[in-house]
């Protein structure tokens, strides 16, 4: 054991402390709160590498360290932090991105008058993103991964004088919330069914042998009711519409929360808790693994198709990002826990990278985000250019070069190889063809052609925004260095096999028909696209090549399938409907009954006034006049003077006391 | 020589007569003094418990009226201590929130003394006149200080909580009858072999859960409590989620359930359900209010409805559960009563700041707030956040508790209940939007920021939220034993 295992804490807490700091800073005090932010993030990219460093030492390498939170009754909540493979290259791929990030932020918010409180903001993240990804229970995960949610909402509404951005952040942590509420009760139940929520903890955790025998059949439903968070963050179908709508944050969170880490704290989470899906596995088929392959492949496809459709260009992204996560979903279910994870890593390089680019190009462009309103930036921002052109080749998979390929390759090769079915397989295929295409178009539409509207004054940004971009790009290159299977080191390092080096293991059947599959996409999208946004004998400049060819099939696809629509429709025009329901219930027939029964009672009262006064009262007239007196007396008393109402509680009480004294 | 707890007692008395009988000027200040007497007892009570005891401490015994076995018997053990120091700490809040003339100070300092009597008294007779002692001030309060509908809203609340006691009095008397005794412990002592006979058994259990399902309120004897809370001045409302709703817990975890363990196996899936009811339609109440003093107390029979759900989980459920889950249920329901307390009164002290700001506290009648006050909004946003459930902050260590020991024992009730979560996030969501989002309205553009006065409410509250949720040892530590001494009471 070392120093940095024994404090790994330290990670997450750096940000989180810097984040109160800043808060309390003035809004004037902006070199501060930017220099803060970004020396945590430094502080937590060294303690990342030191933490990385030291999983090199031995193979499948797991330091744990675990602590009681609190002791309730009898009974110890213990938590706790572990280092391992995927927790240091996490750890690494957050802290890196994320410094990028924070630089790119100081030039890209240069101009906002709440500059300080986004730092803040940044920092929390980055705080809680780096909790998840160290914490070895599954209720500090939660807790981190709670934080996280909240750091994005208020990411999300930073901008909150405008209201789609208030409403897209209540959107995102409601949506999320969703299938937080799934995840809370997946926890209660693993609590329950192994009494323990650590996930390592020398032979006795909620992963390991004697912590998983005690599930038996409860783990398919842990497992699903878990995924059900993991559905959420990571905007799978059915719950991806928030995704979508983050956009309205700054592009940096873009970048960050919502492309890079936070999105994908949903992939990791399954693979931290990999062994709950996998229990019981026949030929590594379990129901709960079959269901997250069908998820990620509908949500991968859909996704796709809808981001070939949308003009916005942080849009086309997150789409292209709701896509990618469905495949890392599916390379978990279909086994290749590695190549999910691989790809997870490779995308937030590259997706942090494409984001910033893009927001670059809005940048440059006047805080325009049409894609149709664009064109031939190729030549006023080559910097951007050039760095968003690696990135697309990245994120299309191109092979060989850029690092999406290769891990792209690997997810291809595990689901090929599932037992139970062939589909996901043919439906991933197509949707490597749709993912190039989609990029192709919109690198055509941004920086090809001449300048249109937005982007005929257009200048290139500073250095401060460019910098990061060369830095994430050459991560998205050289990234790929660990990742061919000739020398497959990172996925070694992952798996805790040893690596070897062989030049002929990289030819490999998958490679060619994943390279056939981007050129498919890329023709495919040069063929359409090339002379979008120009005039054409049929065709005005705004028209989509595709909404010419395909008008249904184009709205379809534009309008997300209406599948915001239709939630409005359905499930929230039902809970709405439910509230003002339980409120009206509330005021008509629960008190409403109060109030009958209280009509009764006075109804009652009337009656028995009644009898007294014919029965009884005529033979005691002479008592009431004497009794008329006293009640005129005892009116008095009801003076509505509240200090006679108190001096009558205090003389009572007095009395009582002294009863008390004098009984004592 | 008078003991700590009637000390505690006394003193907020002494205070009341001396505000009344005294110079009209400087009410609250004197006010601070009797609270700050009395908050120095509390401290010494927590300095001098043995937290390795589960047996009441402090206690002190005399005769009182011999022949109806009434005593004048006070102790504590770990709930009634979490209980006094809450009210220690929520009543000056109270009084720091708004400006009360000497009578409103007065009666506030009357019912805290009936609160602390309320949690510290171990004989029923001693016990009903401190929880009725309580009523009074509250109606007087609510009827003269209040806003709208004050008539109406208190003779509601009076009407139909002091019904409530009535009931509980006469089966109260009833068990008196048969068991010629009025101590809580003894009593409990007999729950297990029914106190009394046959069908009696079942009146004397409706007549006590009528009282204190009224007073919590269980739904669906809920209907009183968003038109007093909503009338009530904002410091009345805060004492009233903050403390006077935990009577009727408190009266649950000390009457109903040890004196009545067969009648509550027996209803069980019932009283389950009346507490789901509770969480889920309180919730979705809370979503369709538009006023928001409302729907912060429909928030507030939403908080408590987990706590009934903790508390028949443990009693009413016929599986019988493992030690970790009924001391998780009894923990997290404590622990709840205490941060449930701390942050409904903030939320209330938050809506009564808008309040004072606007006139007006409907949900539309603001807007934009962050870009005119934003620290406001931010503290604002930390105690909604807790009321959520939010981890990090004190709420959600109690929610878990509660929802862990419950999914063992009621798996099915606790799956519904997290429905009452996630509306609960819904209803906060949905005004934070409308609050603090969109353009600045024109009605907010002359709000000042939070005032130094108001701060010294907001940020150790605030920061106890923070303590809580992060370090929240040092308040198991109060009631730790006892849990297990009633988790043994229960099983």
Known sequence: ?664 | MVGLISALIIIPLIGALTLYAGPPRNTRSMAFVFNALSAFCALMLWQKFDTGAAAFQFVERHVWIPSIGAEYLVGIDGLSLLLVLLTSLIVPFAFLAQRMDRGAAALMLVMQSALYGTFTAQNFVLWFLFYEMSLVPAFLLIKIWGGENRDRAATKFFVYTFFGSIAMLLAFLGIYFVNGTFDFATLAGLGKTGLLPGKLAWLGFAGIFLGLAVKVPVFPFHTWLPDAYETAPTGVSMVLTGILSKMGVYGFVRLLLPLFPNEIKILGPWLLALAVCSIVFASLAAWAQSDLKRMVAYLSINHLGYCMLGLFAVTASPIVAAKIDTHAALSGVFMQIFNHGITAAALFYYVGLLEQRRGLRGINDFGGLMQRTPLLCGWMSVAMFSSLGLPGLNGFIGEFLIFKGSFAMAASFTAIAVIGLLVTAIAFARAMQALFSGPLAESCRAFPDLLRSEKLVVVPVTLLMFVIGIAPQFVFNIFNATVVQMAWLFS
Not at chain 1, 136 to 143: D, K, R
Not at chain 1, 354 to 368: D, K, M, P, Y
């Open chain 1, 1 to 664: 054991m070392n120093w940095l295992v024994n404090n790994l804490w330290l990670i997450p807490a750096v940000p989180l402390a810097i984040s109160l700091v800043i808060l309390s800073l003035a809004n004037s005090r902006r070199k501060s709160a930017a220099g803060l932010a970004v020396a945590g993030q430094i502080v937590a990219l060294a303690l990342s590498i030191f933490a990385f460093s030291q999983t090199l030492q031995t193979s499948e390498f797991r330091a744990v360290q675990n602590f009681t939170w609190f002791t309730f009754g009898k009974n110890a909540l213990r938590i706790g932090w572990v280092l391992d493979p995927v927790a240091a290259a996490m750890l690494m791929m957050i802290a890196l991105v994320g410094l990028c990030i924070f630089v790119f932020s100081i030039g890209y918010m240069a101009d906002d008058k709440n500059f300080t409180r986004f730092f803040a903001y940044l920092s929390f993240f980055s705080g809680a993103m780096l909790g998840v990804v160290i914490a070895n229970s599954l209720l500090l995960l939660f807790v981190f991964w709670e934080l996280v949610g909240l750091a994005s909402y208020l990411l999300i509404g930073f901008w909150i004088e405008r209201p789609s951005a208030a409403a897209a952040a209540k959107k995102a942590f409601i949506t999320t919330r969703i299938g937080d509420m799934g995840f809370f009760l997946g926890m209660l139940w693993l609590y329950h069914s192994s009494g323990t929520l650590l996930f390592y903890d020398s032979g006795n955790g909620c992963l390991e042998r004697a912590g998983l025998a005690m599930l038996g059949g409860s783990a398919t439903f842990i497992a699903l009711l878990i995924f059900c968070g993991a559905v959420g963050k990571s905007g799978q179908f059915p719950l991806h519409v928030w995704l979508p709508d983050a956009m309205e944050g700054p592009t940096p969170v873009s970048a960050l929360i919502h492309a890079a880490t936070m999105v994908a704290a949903g992939v990791f989470l399954v693979a931290r808790v990999y062994p709950l899906f996998s229990l019981g596995a026949i030929n590594g088929v379990t129901a709960s693994l079959t269901v997250v392959v069908w998820i990620g492949v509908t949500t991968a496809l859909m996704a796709a198709l809808i981001a070939i459709a949308q003009a916005d260009i942080k849009r086309i992204l997150a789409y292209s990002t709701v896509s990618q996560l469905g495949l890392m979903m599916v390379s978990l279910g279909v086994g290749g826990v590695a190549a999910g994870i691989m790809h997870l890593l490779a995308h937030g390089f590259f997706k942090a990278l494409l984001f910033l680019g893009a927001g670059s190009v809005i940048h440059g462009c006047h805080h325009e985000q049409d894609i149709r309103k664009m064109g031939g930036l190729r030549r006023l921002m080559p910097v951007t250019f050039l760095t968003y052109a690696v990135g697309m080749m990245a994120l299309s998979g191109m092979p060989l070069f850029f690092s999406g390929g290769w891990t792209k390759e690997e997810i291809l090769y595990a689901t090929a190889h599932w037992p139970k079915s062939h589909v996901p397989y043919y439906l991933v295929l197509a949707g490597v063809i749709l993912t190039a295409l989609y990029m192709t178009r919109q690198i055509i539409y941004v920086f090809f052609g001449n300048p249109r509207v937005a982007s005929e004054r257009a200048h290139e940004s500073p250095r401060v925004m460019t910098m990061p971009l060369i830095v994430l790009a050459i991560c998205a290159i050289f990234f790929s260095v660990v990742l061919t299977p000739a020398w497959p080191w990172l996925h070694s390092y992952l798996t805790g096999e040893a690596t070897r080096f062989d030049i002929a293991h990289l030819i490999q059947p998958m490679l060619l028909v994943s390279f056939v599959m981007v050129a498919i996409g890329i023709g495919l999208g040069i063929l359409m696209y090339r002379r979008a946004g120009l005039e054409d004998r049929h065709r005005s400049a705004e028209t989509d090549p595709l909404e010419y060819a395909q008008p249904a099939l184009f709205r379809f696809l534009e309008n997300r399938m209406w599948i915001d629509e239709l939630y409005a429709q359905t499930v929230i025009a039902f809970s709405r409907t439910a509230a003002h329901l339980s409120d009206w219930m509330d005021r008509y027939v629960w008190d409403g009954l109060v109030r009958a029964f209280g009509g009764l009672g006075q109804l009652f009262g009337i009656f028995t006034t009644d009898f007294g006064e014919r029965g009884i009262n005529a033979g005691v007239d002479k008592t009431t006049t004497g009794t008329r007196g006293l009640g005129r007396i005892m009116s008095g008393w009801h003076s509505g003077q509240i200090q006679t109402y108190l001096g009558v509680v205090a003389i009572g009480m007095l009395a009582l006391l002294l009863l008390y004294a004098w009984l004592v």
